[in-house]
């Protein structure tokens, strides 16, 4: 067993690439006196509603992973769905890249945004979380009641007879049918939150096709032009409707998976608070917007906010 193979645990947050091990997390105690006040009037705002929460890459930058939307990101085009079926060099880079990206993900820890929901979960103060992030943190952290709307990185899916898998599992098949390569690309540069790595030497990866049915196997999240799961998103909007307001963290809801529920919660009339770095698609309909870091604005709320009363 090499240092690389899927099998060998490494501790968590160690990374087997190292790209977890980044720079300390900004804590409550670091926010600035402006953004203190910011923050005082957001708990103003949510003290004492039950929330519903919407999660975006933004919060997970803090544990390592980029987000290829925030203000300082580098601009870059996700695979679509018809370029990932319909394009088999496509599919090959794809996989390639994701064998390498996945290998960073699943060593990423969560930070403190994720703990601090976890906590607020805890206390009974959510009336559920959504994430569009695919990299499981919030599971991770102790939250119960995730959806996962675009899906997570860590299971595979068969297209042909849809039998899942897990991500681990099919890791071995790829191990065995690419011996080497993850420890030549492990220096990849940028992961993206959707296991993307940064790997160009992708010509000679072989795929693994499904165990049972040898049908084209891909990674179990949404991609760019596909729909998510109907019962997901049913799912998603009953817990924006048993929330009294929603609060959004980390992200930009450019795509409308996430940006309904912003206008659902505002035409219902709820509180709508962003938290956000840059620019998001729903501010002009934000009760409340705050330009601050997410993990630090999130672990304010969790000390600020007070319990529910009995209802
Ligand atoms: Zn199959």
Known sequence: MTANSPDAEAPKGLGLTGFASGDPVATAQDLTADQGRAMEVVAEVLGGRRLAVLTG???STDSGIPDYRGPESVPRSPMTYQQFVGDEALRRRYWARNHVGWHHLRHADPNP???????????????????????RLHSAAGSAEVIDLHGTYD?????????????AAIAVLLEALNPGYLERESDAGDVAPDADADVDDTGDFVMAPCPNCSG???????????????DRVAEAYQV???????????????????????RHASKAGK??????RGKTRGDDLATILVDIGVSEALAFLAQTLPDLERR
């Open 57 to 59: 890459a933004g919060l």
């Open 216 to 230: 084209m196997l891909k990674p179990d999240f949404v991609y760019f032009g596909e729909n998510v799961p109907k």
């Open 155 to 167: 299971r595979v899916v068969c297209l042909q007879c849809r039998n899942h898998y897990s991500r």
């Open 113 to 135: 945004g994720h703990l601090a929901l976890a906590t607020l979960e805890a206390r009974g103060l959510l009336s559920g979380l959504i994430t569009q992030n695919v990299d």
């Open 240 to 262: 924006v409707d048993s929330g009294d307001a929603l609060l959004v963290a980390g992200s930009s809801l450019t795509v409308m998976s996430g940006l309904r529920f912003v």
């Open 271 to 276: 509180p709508v608070v962003i938290i956000n």
